[in-house]
C-alpha cells in the first residue's frame, strides 16, 4: 500500500449530523446523501444522551489537544479547524493507518475535553467513526486545507 501524501479526516460532536440530516451527511459506505426527515427524526429519537455542542474554550481544549498529539507523533498539521458540531484536520502521518490516525486524535480531545468538563464525562462526545479521505497531491493538500481553513467561514457558517 502507498503511503498517501495527506489525510483528510471530519468527525461530528455526539448527536449531530445524524443519517438523514436536513444539511446532508455521507452513508458509511455510499457517500453522500441527500437529507432523509424520516431517517433523521427516527435517529434522533433513539440517541441515549442529550446533544452537547463545543462552545469556545471546548473548541480551543480540542484543538490544543489536537496539535499535542500531531506533535507527540511527529506528524506534519496542515490544517484543523474545531467547529462547534465537527472537526476537521488534514495532516500528513506515514506509517500510521488512516483510521488509526483519526481514533488517536479523538481519544485525545476526548481525554482533554473530559478533564476540563464534568459533562463530557461517561458520554460519548463524537459520532462514530468520522469521515477520512486520502490527498495524494501536493495540490490536493492545498485545496483542503484551504477550505478547512477558509471556506467553512465563508460559507456564514457558526464556528
Not at 37 to 56: F, G, I, S, T, Y
Request: hydrophobic share 40%; with cysteine; proline share 6%.
Amino acid at each position: 500500500m502507498q503511503t498517501p501524501y495527506a489525510l483528510f479526516m471530519t468527525w461530528t460532536v455526539y448527536g449531530t449530523h445524524l443519517p438523514g440530516d436536513a444539511s446532508g451527511w455521507r452513508h458509511r459506505t455510499h457517500g453522500p446523501k441527500l437529507p432523509q426527515p424520516m431517517l433523521a427524526a427516527w435517529h434522533r429519537n433513539r440517541l441515549k444522551h442529550e446533544v452537547n455542542l463545543l462552545d469556545e474554550e471546548m473548541r480551543n481544549v480540542v484543538n490544543q489537544a489536537l496539535c499535542d498529539i500531531i506533535e507527540f507523533r511527529q506528524w506534519v498539521l496542515w490544517a484543523v479547524a474545531v467547529r462547534s458540531n465537527h472537526v476537521h484536520v488534514v495532516l500528513s502521518a506515514p506509517r500510521y493507518t488512516p483510521r488509526l490516525v483519526r481514533d488517536q486524535l479523538k481519544a485525545k480531545a476526548t481525554l482533554e475535553l473530559r478533564k476540563k468538563y464534568v459533562i463530557w464525562m461517561e458520554r460519548p462526545v463524537w459520532t462514530a467513526g468520522g469521515d477520512i479521505q486520502v490527498l495524494d497531491s501536493e495540490s490536493d493538500v492545498e485545496a483542503c486545507a484551504r477550505y478547512v481553513d477558509v471556506a467553512q467561514d465563508r460559507m456564514g457558517r457558526k464556528p
